[in-house]
Nanobody, 121 residues
Framework: QVQLVESGGGLVQPGGSLRLSCAAS????????MGWYRQAPGKQRELVAA???????NYADSVKGRFTISRDNAKNTVYLQMNSLKPEDTAVYYC???????????????WGQGTQVTVSS
């Protein structure tokens, strides 16, 4: 059993900052990569940022220079520091983990339930 729990979402004014956290727990053998996706009303879910176990990162063009993804491998936790937030950043942010389970040694994607980020004045 694998569970991803997000935290840190909320309401913030344009130009403000938020820090999202996602902790993976359960029967995890190894995590290849973790990342953040977001989905705004009426839009498709999109990749925001991702980071591999080796530290390689990937960002959506719309957030480059404003968002920073990091991880603590010992805690199976990924963070997303969001600065200079814009109204168009408003969305539900979902944590994703690409991992191997310890019990079955199967690789797969796991998702958190999402955390709401609202940027509004």
């Amino acid at each position: 059993q694998v569970q991803l729990v997000e935290s840190g979402g909320g309401l913030v004014q344009p130009g403000g900052s938020l820090r999202l956290s996602c902790a993976a727990s359960g029967s995890i053998f190894s995590i290849y990569a973790m990342g953040w996706y977001r989905q705004a009303p009426g839009k498709q879910r999109e990749l925001v940022a991702a980071i591999t176990n080796g530290g390689s990162t990937n960002y959506a063009d719309s957030v480059k220079g404003r968002f920073t993804i990091s991880r603590d491998n010992a805690k199976n936790t990924v963070y997303l520091q969001m600065n200079s937030l814009k109204p168009e950043d408003t969305a539900v942010y979902y944590c994703n983990a690409d991992l191997w389970t310890a019990a079955t040694m199967l690789r797969g994607d796991y998702w958190g339930q999402g955390t709401q980020v609202t940027v509004s004045s």
